[in-house]
């Protein structure tokens, strides 16, 4: 097996450790809120804390990620947010589990910019859409696995003890990683000439140290039209994203009458649905590359992808029972997960060595979308006594996002863009 192709192995795990944590607390909503005595809307807000500090760290770890390595900071973060997953389990207060929770995102806010920088050094350029979509799968089957596994893990020993044990698994993925992982694939003694050569001259070719990349400055992202438009469009994904992380256990639960187990069972094939999202686009976006279609590539899986999103939120609510609510929601997972490998694809086009602070800048917009779902979801249900305004929020913005596409140039690099 090519080396690099173990490399996006270690990412896809660390995709799926990472989606395990982070969709738990969802899983757990039920024996959290009763345990620490939260409100619906006490509980958007802790949701929204993570997503805070998940979107405000994102820039400070992808420029981290530039400059010393995802071999390192890959480590020091899943160190970092393994604690925190553990300490979750100890939160006797709504104050305590806001700040866990808000660190447990600035921790995991170093993965995906991390994994960018390695792509950018590790993958040849046709090779990326693929590996985006691998590992952004990666993420939808262990959010899939969490449902219906934590609510057992839960069952069997109980919520607080539950995140301990996955805080202990992700130390050992920190531990593997940092063992094995090298930043520059020239200092790779394992890996073959053959491929060492392939790598090297078909990664947009550039210093193949972190620390001699010219750093981009603030002036050069905020000015970088593109840059913007990325930032949009992702917000708009990650706000129906976030739903199916998040609201959608508790809101089919509610709204269809249904047990814990039944609810993580039925939320699972949306995240599923994402699975098959994330491959589909990766692999259309290598290949329309292959074919010389390079802004096409990263346009046409998003434009599609936003496209099915907005259909499937929009008929959600007029759904009468699980199966059909189901449905909709897998038809809104799936098309936001179409737009991940495009997105990605993108930054790291237009960063090239600075791949880890322009997709962190990215998914720092991203995730205030993630923020903002936290809290317009429980919000808007009690202003309005409807779910629909939530959800035409989300198609709109759907909308939006296919048409930021329409005018994105991924084939300049960011300082001209």
Known sequence: MPRRALVVAAAFALSMLLYVDRASISVAKAE???????TDTRWGWAMSAFALGYALFQTPAGR???????????????VFWSVFTALTGAAGTFGTLLVVRFLFGAGEAGAFPGCARAFYAWLPTAERGTAQGVIFSGSRLGAAFAMPGVAWLIAGVGWRQSFAILGGVGLLWAWAWYAWFRDDPATDG?????????????????????????????????RSWTLWLLMGQYFASNF?????????????????????????????????????????????????????????????PAVTGFLIA????????????????????AMAVFGADMTLSPSWSA????????????????????????????????????????????????AVLNVLGAGAWLLIRSDRPLESS
Not at 32 to 38: K, Q, S
Not at 64 to 78: H, S, T
Not at 198 to 216: D, Y
Not at 310 to 329: F, I, K, N, Q
């Open 347 to 394: 930054c790291i086009d237009i960063g090239r060595g600075n791949a880890g602070v322009v997709s962190g800048t990215m998914n720092m917009a991203g995730n205030l979308g993630s923020f903002v779902t936290s809290l317009a979801f429980p919000y808007l249900a009690a202003w309005t006594g409807s779910v629909l305004p939530f959800f035409a929020a989300g």
């Open 32 to 38: 959290v809120t009763r345990d620490l005595g939260l």
């Open 240 to 300: 129906t994203f976030f739903f199916g992380l998040t609201w959608m256990p508790p809101y089919l639960k509610s709204t269809y009458g249904l047990d814990d187990v039944q609810a993580g069972y039925y939320a699972m094939w949306p995240l599923l649905a994402g699975v098959a999202g994330n491959w589909l686009a990766g692999a259309s976006v290598d290949g329309l590359y292959r074919r010389g279609r390079r802004t096409l590539s990263r346009r046409l």
């Open 190 to 222: 394992h890996l073959s000439a053959r491929e060492r050569d392939l790598i090297l001259s078909q990664r947009q070719s550039a210093s193949a140290e972190p620390a001699r990349v010219p750093r981009l400055t603030g002036r050069t992202l905020a």
């Open 310 to 329: 907005a259909a499937g939120v929009s008929a959600l609510p007029m759904m009468s029972g699980p199966g059909g609510a189901v449905v909709c929601l």
């Open 64 to 78: 981290l990620a530039d400059r010393f390595g995802p071999r390192k900071v890959l480590a020091a973060v899943v």
